[in-house]
């Protein structure tokens, strides 16, 4: 519970979440091949109602499409640290962290599309480097899925992003596309989920902006990235993702503990219409701590989250994009010791973040938004996490961008009573190809 989730395992399972990372509207592709181009970050990966009636027309000519694709981004951080008591670890200055993305989506007919991508990963949860000695760099797993989409209705099987659990963000504050602290673990709070199973969407109005949607999981924990919502101790660790790690590289599969077992489903709806877009998901889930056992108490939880964001169209083409997000997260929490035992008290989260974005017409601009996560354990007081970015981004062509980024994380620990913390700066270059 007291550890951020910051750990590395965490981050080598969720490494990059939700976001609008794509190039300006003048720096993409012609719209035949715009259906094809793949998102950058964790965001509309594609798994929504929406038919494109261009990618249609061209798969029904051709049988098949296929685009492959890269998203690099790489550059310098320079760090300030604000320790904890008796601690005197040094910071670190001019780091140069590197992040890619790698992979193919396509389509076979009229109405079925896949998508398989991979990433290269940037380093722990503030880049300080990955091993890449004799090609072993630390990869990680990304969108794996094969839909079904025809009208209105569309179905995925396989590694699948739920959109409707994603936060809204900066798009100034994606130059290492979500991949480290500051930016990706307010989004693993609030409960952005992706992960091993089945997704359905539904647009009941043709035409219209809303769609209704189910995501169903059934899998070992460390298999989806909305685990992470689930708080309270096991021992000997912070939270229960912890306990199904821990196994990773130590037995002789190298695989998580598998006596762990998770079960969720999330109910969705998203609406957009013109300026405005809102999605809100109530995620149920219930967990098994052993399945080598049936006396063992199962962590039962919820999460409801709600996401709002507006776009105003200034003078001179140039965008306003305020956005807030909300979730509320509560589940059972089993004794340390005993897992046969549940306490009468549970475990609560809740998250809020707020943020602004302004676009000049170009596609330049800034950003800036803060994170609140509050978290209350039984037995123990509460817990506060504090996010800042404040980023710009300027595109020098197509695809192609610099940017600048300052992120700042603070804990409160009421339990130690002390505060402690970092922040960095980010100097950093981007290509969407």
Not at 53 to 66: F, N, S, T, V
Not at 354 to 370: E, F, I, R, S
Not at 404 to 421: C, F, I, K, L, P
Request: net charge neutral; glycine share 10%; hydrophobic share 40%.
């Amino acid at each position: 519970m007291r550890g951020s989730v910051s750990n590395t395992l965490v981050w080598a399972l969720a490494c990059a979440l939700a976001g609008l990372t794509s190039a300006p509207a003048w720096a993409q592709p012609a719209p035949a091949e715009a259906a094809a181009a793949p998102p950058a970050g964790m965001e509309d990966t594609g798994l929504r109602a929406a038919p494109t009636a261009a990618r249609d027309q061209l798969a029904g000519a051709l049988g098949k499409i296929i685009t492959p694709y890269v998203v690099i981004a790489g550059g310098l951080r320079f760090e300030r640290l604000d320790l904890r008591t008796g601690q005197t670890t040094q910071a670190r200055q001019g780091v140069t962290v590197a992040v890619s993305r790698f992979g193919f989506r396509g389509q076979v007919g009229r109405y079925i599309s896949f998508a398989s991508e991979l990433e290269a990963n940037i380093g722990g949860a503030l880049g300080n480097g990955a091993s890449v000695w004799e090609g072993q760099a630390q990869m990680s797993v990304r969108d794996q899925f094969i839909q079904y989409q025809r009208g209105g209705f569309l179905a995925a099987v396989g590694r699948v992003t739920d959109y409707a659990t994603l936060d809204f963000v900066s798009a100034h504050v994606a130059d290492l596309l979500l991949a480290d602290q500051y930016t990706r673990d307010p989004l693993l709070y609030s409960g952005a989920n992706r992960g091993n199973g089945l997704l359905a969407r539904y647009r009941p109005v043709p035409g219209s902006g809303l769609e209704l949607g189910l995501a169903v999981h059934s899998t070992n924990p460390t298999a989806i990235t909305g685990t992470l919502v689930i708080g309270g101790e096991l021992f000997p660790y912070s939270r229960p993702f912890y306990l199904a790690a821990a196994q990773v590289g130590r037995n002789e599969f190298t695989l998580p503990d598998q006596n762990l077992h998770l079960y969720m489903a999330t109910p969705s709806v998203t609406y957009t219409a013109g300026m405005f877009e809102a999605k809100a998901a109530a995620q149920f889930y219930a967990l098994d701590t052993n399945m080598a056992t049936d006396v063992d108490q199962p962590i039962y939880g919820n999460n409801f989250r709600a996401s709002v964001k507006l776009d105003y169209v200034l003078g001179g083409g140039a965008h306003l994009a305020p956005f807030v997000n909300l979730a509320r997260s509560e589940n059972d929490v089993l004794d340390a010791m005993d897992a046969t035992v549940k306490l009468a008290d549970t475990y609560t989260a809740r998250t809020l973040s707020a943020g602004l974005d302004y676009n000049t017409a170009a596609g330049h601009g800034v950003g800036v938004q803060y994170a609140r996560i509050r978290q209350d354990a039984p037995g123990l007081q509460a817990i506060f996490d504090d996010y800042v970015n404040l980023g710009a981004t300027y595109w020098i062509d197509a695809g192609v961008s610099v940017g600048a980024r300052v992120g700042w994380w603070r804990r409160d620990d009421r339990n130690q009573s002390e505060t402690y913390g970092h922040s960095s700066l980010f100097l950093t270059s981007r290509l969407i190809l």
